[in-house]
């Protein structure tokens, strides 16, 4: 419904043509890949890839087709990971439908269309996490086993403990569960 209204508002703009719509972040690479839009319009969260997977993905393919992330996460931590991903554009959902045309627009000509707010509030906390840190806490934040973890990313068991225990004392947490509530928290997980 969300994907339908924003296309239907895009649509209305006489210099702005949606091209496709996708589902999920994989469905959404497939017709980047595809149509070679200008511009592509993503959430954070989305089944299989995430949209920051997928900005990641664009980039290091080299596609040319700029990304904006448009999302309910009013966090700086999202905000600065999307811009490390290569996002251009990063906005909220209850911005004007207004900001987001024009936020099209100047991604377009290759500016950058960010929050205000959030930009200000971006880098004044820094992720403590690395990648891989990062993607052993998400694991197991669904419930994966360290075993489970260990298959899912080719690593061992040992090393997946290393990196919970790293990520757990970075973030100064009792425990992994504590660890995910307060990295998703910050928006870093």
Do not use: C
């Not at 996460?73 to 490390?84: C, I, P, Q, S, V």
């Amino acid at each position: 419904m969300v994907r339908g209204a924003l296309a239907a508002l895009l649509g209305i703009e006489r210099d702005v043509d949606v091209v496709g719509q996708a589902a999920d972040g994989a469905e959404a690479l497939r017709l980047v890949d595809e149509l070679r839009p200008d511009v592509l319009l993503t959430d954070i969260e989305m089944p299989g890839v995430t949209g920051l997977e997928a900005a990641a993905e664009i980039a290091r393919r080299g596609l040319g087709t700029r990304v904006i992330i448009l999302t309910t996460f009013a966090r700086a931590g999202y905000l600065r990971r999307a811009l490390e991903a290569g996002a251009s554009g990063y906005l909220l959902k209850d911005s004007p439908a207004e900001m987001l045309a024009n936020a099209v627009r100047r991604v377009h000509r290759g500016e950058r269309a960010v929050d205000p707010e959030l930009a200000a509030e971006a880098w004044t906390e820094r992720d403590p996490l690395t990648d891989r840190e990062r993607r052993v806490l998400r694991l197991a934040s669904e419930g994966l086993s360290g075993a489970a973890i260990a298959a899912r990313t080719n690593l061992t068991e040992g090393t997946v403990r290393n990196y919970l225990s790293e990520a757990i004392a970075k973030l100064g947490a009792a425990n992994r569960v504590e660890a995910a509530r307060i990295a998703r928290t910050k928006g870093w997980l």
